[in-house]
């Protein structure tokens, strides 16, 4: 069965750095647009960076412009979100999703659109 896995999540310190990975199985990441999506308490999730299956074409919420980047390996199934100088707004919990519905990213990202989900992993960034 199709199934995707967060990890690299935890504790890092403001100006640090922190490597997420998503895990796929039972699914190609030849065709579909791939999403990083965060979910803080009391607050929507909300879409942080998506990468294009189609040209590799990437996209961010202006609040991660510059410290995060998106990135994929195909050939291991995995998705990457490297978390350059987080700030402690940027505690949440991180989950990957796939677009079913494209090859290239759409944003704003519309959380209908992202069908399969993982179970997310949490990042706290504190001092």
């Known amino acids: 069965q199709v199934q995707f896995v967060e990890s690299g999540g935890g504790l890092v310190q403001p100006g640090g750095s922190l490597r997420l990975s998503c895990a796929v199985s039972?699914?190609?990441?030849?065709?579909?647009?791939i999403g990083w999506f965060r979910q803080a308490p009391g607050k929507e999730r909300e879409g942080v960076s998506c990468?294009?299956?189609?040209?590799?074409?990437?996209y961010y919420a202006d609040s991660v412009k510059g410290r995060f980047t998106i990135s994929r390996d195909d050939a291991k199934n995995m998705v990457y979100l490297q978390m350059n100088s987080p700030k402690p707004e940027d505690s949440a919990i991180y989950y990957c999703?796939?677009?079913?519905?494209?090859?290239?990213?759409?944003?704003?990202?519309?959380?209908?659109?992202?069908?399969?989900w993982g179970q997310g992993t949490q990042v706290t960034v504190s001092s």
């Open positions: 999703a796939a677009n079913l519905m494209r090859r290239r990213c759409q944003w704003p990202l519309t959380l209908h659109e992202y069908s399969y």
């Open positions: 039972a699914f190609s990441l030849d065709y579909y647009a």
């Open positions: 990468i294009s299956s189609s040209d590799g074409s990437t």
